[in-house]
């Protein structure tokens, strides 16, 4: 698995129904959705994602047409990755998109913090 062999923390789904669930109990700063993935429809994983409380960034692996797997919004969409994939340039996307997703959370936090002072 590309996420071991780079160091990336990950949680591995054997079916959308096992993402979703996972969705469901964890957060995440990035969900990699593989179209192929068994007992799922991915407008189902990606609508789940977009209203998340904190929405993780998607990278959808496809051997489709880039876009034509979605029948929904794709604003939950990142990037899209069509297959076969170099795991090395996978793996450091997938790492700067988490990277981006902690910072943008940070800074978020950082404006809720100065929103809650009291006014002098």
């Not at 969705?23 to 700063?29: A, F, S």
């Amino acid at each position: 698995m590309i996420t071991e062999r780079y160091g990336i923390d990950a949680d591995d789904a054997a079916s959308g129904i096992e993402c979703l669930d996972l969705l469901r109990r964890n957060r995440y700063d990035v969900l990699v959705i593989d179209v192929s993935m068994q007992s799922a429809n991915t407008a189902d994983l990606l609508d789940y994602a977009r209203r998340a409380p904190d929405a993780p960034a998607v990278i959808v692996l496809t051997r489709m047409n880039r876009w034509s797997f979605l029948d929904t919004d794709i604003a939950a969409v990142h990037c899209v990755v069509g297959k076969p994939f170099e795991p090395d340039v996978t793996a450091a996307m997938i790492a700067s998109v988490a990277a981006t997703v902690r910072e943008r959370r940070r800074r978020s936090s950082l404006v809720m913090r100065r929103e809650d002072r009291p006014s002098a």
